[in-house]
């Protein structure tokens, strides 16, 4: 049992910058690939980014790629979000999910444990 908590979110200008965490209880969370999903109002839950368990692979969304970059720190249960160049698109409730094996990285099905949310808003 993996349980996930995010934080971070907030509310900043288009072009600015944010930093999410998601800290994880549980000895074997490094055992886990983990992402981040984003739900605007009125859609579906989206792929952000990925990380596999040793942090050597990482995978984006066409949508964020080279703005945002995904990190995580295993000594401290903790992965991150660093969002840069922020637009209001980027509006949404971030989620981070685990799963002990990361297939298809895009799919919200793959994964097993999800965080409650953290609220995102980029003013224009």
């Known amino acids: 049992q993996v349980q996930l908590v995010e934080s971070g979110g907030g509310l900043v200008q288009a072009g600015g910058s944010l930093r999410l965490s998601c800290a994880a209880s549980g000895r074997t969370f490094s055992s886990y690939a983990m992402g981040w999903f984003r739900q605007a109002p009125g859609k579906e839950r989206e792929f952000v980014a990925a990380?596999?368990?040793?942090?050597?692979?990482?995978y984006y969304a066409d949508s964020v790629k080279g703005r945002f970059t995904i990190s995580r720190d295993n000594a401290k249960n903790t992965v991150y979000l660093q969002m840069n160049s922020l637009k209001p698109e980027d509006t949404a409730v971030y989620y981070c999910?685990?799963?002990?094996?990361?297939?298809?990285?895009?799919?919200?099905?793959?994964?097993?444990?999800w965080g409650q949310g953290t609220q995102v808003t980029v003013s224009s």
């Open positions: 990380i596999v368990w040793s942090g050597a692979n990482t």
């Open positions: 999910a685990a799963t002990p094996k990361l297939v298809r990285y895009h799919a919200r099905g793959e994964y097993d444990f």
